[in-house]
């Protein structure tokens, strides 16, 4: 999964919206951003597979020490430590983190180890067993996930239409035809694993990054708003959402 990560990052946001947006919007792609540098370092295997799913086009051979269940939670429970000064960030934050294995269930085709190196492995297979149609079942997902996300938000005068509008885009990057990763699985190694590692990594901390932003400044204008129409707008807007 991958904007669907994000747009859960978005609704946790909504939920808590006092809460710093970074920890959560990073948190939610963590286990990415670590795989893709174990792909880089080689501590992670991919292997080139143009039938493995609507846009990664590789079978994620070995992927234990940031996707299996066990590591998933160790680096949750890591990443929600790391902002122990706040409990309730620090919570959200390992929540978030978290959401991004159980995300992952689905769609991941029996790639996804209890623990590094066991027999066992979890995954729905969505990704090979409905190719083009996990894709779009991931754009509805995060669609809703977005429209609940808009709702909360707009309850305190905060539009996330531009947070909305670069889920979209991220959503279209990573389609089928226009994904990065089909024209990387035709490249000899070592570029193969060392591109796909730096476009995993970098396509978590980017756009972490600029949603971030744009969440951040939806609140500043949320809050303007506020302060030039007063509360008794804001109490009819309330009334119009419900
Ligand atoms: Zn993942």
Do not use: C
């Not at 159980?102 to 209890?114: E, F, G, I, R, Y």
């Not at 297979?125 to 669609?143: R, T």
């Not at 476009?199 to 949320?222: D, H, K, M, Q, S």
Request: hydrophobic content about 55%.
């Amino acid at each position: 999964m991958y904007v669907g990560h994000f747009a859960a990052g978005l609704l946790i946001i909504a939920k808590a919206p006092t809460v710093k947006p970074l920890p959560i919007l990073m948190g939610v792609g963590l286990l990415d951003i670590v795989n893709g540098l174990a792909v880089m370092t080689g501590i992670d295997h991919v292997t080139p597979n143009l039938a493995s799913g609507p846009y990664l086009y590789f079978d994620l051979t070995f992927i234990d020490w940031d996707h299996s269940l066990l590591m998933a939670i160790l680096l949750s429970v890591f990443w929600g430590a790391l902002f122990f000064r706040d409990a309730r960030l620090a919570l959200l934050a390992g929540v978030a983190s978290f959401s991004h294995f159980l995300l992952d269930l689905p769609l991941h085709n029996s790639d996804l180890a209890l623990y590094p190196h066991a027999e066992r492995h979890l995954g729905g297979g969505l990704w090979a067993s409905l190719g083009i149609g996990a894709w779009l079942l991931e754009g509805a997902f995060s669609a809703l996930l977005v429209a609940g996300a808009w709702r909360l938000a707009a309850r305190r005068r905060v539009s996330l239409a531009w947070p909305a509008a670069f889920l979209a885009v991220l959503f279209i990057q990573l389609s089928p035809w226009l994904s990065p990763t089909k024209f990387i699985a035709s490249l000899p190694e070592p570029y193969t694993h060392l591109l796909l590692g730096l476009v995993i990594t970098l396509g978590f901390i980017a756009p972490g990054v600029i949603l971030t932003i744009l969440v951040a400044n939806a609140e500043r204008r949320g809050r303007q708003s506020i302060a030039e129409h007063g509360i008794a707008t804001l109490a009819e807007s309330k009334q119009s959402v419900q």
